[in-house]
């Protein structure tokens, strides 16, 4: 069965929730440790302010993994305008399977026509997973934050890569 991708919907919230909760039970891959419920979910992935586009993969009518591209917010995150964020996240039964690329295309597509000039994604070094799948799609290294904690104290270095369009 082919994969397909299309717009988030809010009734999408609970099968994102499941997603995004095995991606942080199965741990080292996502700086979130404590687990979403399916209103968190919806409103800071799918409805929120700062969202531009959550996309969905979908094997069937099954949703298998989302990536969103976020504006920047009040929480501390200084970027120039015209940056965009991005987070993905496939459930651990999907990985490897190619999706990626298509979240991805449709990704780029939001962002230019939200006129998002660079898009950041800032992953846990020791995410040798998400490094490789996002120097894949062509972005690069530009920063490295060091020493950032995690909720459970674990100190993990953050690689920070860009994309510009």
Known sequence: MSVHYRAAVPDDSQS????????????????????????????????G??????TVALRGETPMGFQVLLWPNEDGQAFD????IIATFVGPDAQGLGMGR?????????????DVTTIDATIRADNTGGLKYYSAMGFS???????????DGTIVDRVRKRYDL
């Open 49 to 54: 302010s700062s969202v531009i586009r959550c």
């Open 141 to 151: 290294d530009y920063d490295v934050l060091r020493g950032v904690p995690l909720r």
């Open 102 to 114: 298509g979240l991805f295309d449709e990704t780029v597509l939001a962002a230019k026509g939200a």
């Open 81 to 84: 305008p015209g940056w965009g």
């Open 16 to 47: 994102l929730t499941d997603i995004l909760n095995a991606v942080i039970l199965a741990g080292g891959t996502t700086a979130h440790q404590t687990l979403f419920d399916a209103e968190r979910t919806r409103r800071h992935y799918i409805t």
